[in-house]
């Protein structure tokens, strides 16, 4: 794979939303643990190679376990993951695929059974930067496997 834009060659000012952002969502009340879950869900639903070296390593580096990580994918399948995961890796996976479907009222009252409605805002917006990334990303076809633990902080 040969990658078609490199980030060092783009303005650094394209970026600085996305990166205040980011900071916003480092610093919020969402445990990054739960978050690390999130962006690695809505990496695999986009395939984001790069996406997927980077967040499972920031997963990993913040306690996330090798079985609970590899067995995001099928979730729904599994033990690992309790009642607050599992609203939020749902609420991920809709908002995804908001293309394909609705943020259904099942969906949105299991969010609030956890989380504030601050603390849903804040998902929505943790889940719609990482797919930006995503797609950011795959159009540049950045490549995976360089990925250095905080390299973005």
């Known amino acids: 794979m040969t990658q078609r834009i490199s980030f060092q060659e783009l303005p650094k000012d394209l970026f600085a939303g996305l990166f205040k952002t980011g900071m916003y969502l480092q610093n919020s009340d969402i445990d990054q643990k739960l978050l690390d879950l999130l962006y690695y869900r809505a990496s695999q639903i986009n395939g984001c190679a790069m996406c997927l070296d980077m967040h499972s390593k920031e997963a990993i580096h913040h306690g996330e376990t090798h079985e609970r990580l590899h067995g995001v994918i099928a979730w729904r399948e599994t033990p690992y993951f309790d009642e607050k995961e599992r609203a939020a890796?749902?609420?991920?996976?809709?908002?995804?695929?908001?293309?394909?479907?609705?943020?259904?009222?099942?969906?949105?009252a299991a969010l609030e059974e956890h989380f504030t409605t601050a603390q849903i805002a804040?998902?929505?917006?943790?889940?719609?930067?990482?797919?930006?990334?995503?797609?950011?990303?795959?159009?540049?076809r950045t490549v995976p496997g360089h990925y250095q633990v905080a390299q973005h902080a």
């Open 122 to 140: 804040t998902l929505t917006l943790a889940v719609g930067t990482v797919n930006v990334w995503n797609r950011l990303n795959k159009t540049f």
């Open 89 to 108: 890796l749902a609420f991920t996976e809709a908002l995804t695929n908001a293309n394909q479907q609705d943020i259904s009222d099942d969906i949105y």
